[in-house]
């Protein structure tokens, strides 16, 4: 498969259950993923889903500006970084926002989530 179409599948399937059913991202990570999120690093699905589901807003809307990709490693692996805004129900104002996400084949021929950076851009 092309790597941007399967980065930009991942991207927007990744954000559409970010916005809609924040607990629904468990299955894209595993026991050995880690999350950084504004500097504070997460391991294990149970804990990266506990702390994305405990983020004080309830609802919100990712619009992606731009999502690049390129290969990683011999095993298949994919780093995806992505820009964009994030909008949270009742704000004026739209948060700037950067993340990377490194991708890594399944033996059922899918990828999980191994390594997830998160950061708001302050302007």
Partial sequence: MDPDVLAKAFVEHYYTTFDNNRGGLATLYQEGSMLT?????????????????SLPFQQCHHSITTVDCQPSGAN?????????????????????????FHLMPTPQGSYYVMNDIFRLNYA
Avoid: D, R
């Fill in 37 to 53: 999120f504004e500097g504070q690093k997460i391991q294990g699905s149970p804990n990266i889903v506990a702390k994305l589901t």
């Fill in 76 to 100: 298949g692996g994919m780093l995806v970084f992505v820009s964009g805004n994030l909008q949270l129900a009742g704000e004026q104002y739209a948060l700037k926002f950067s993340q990377m």
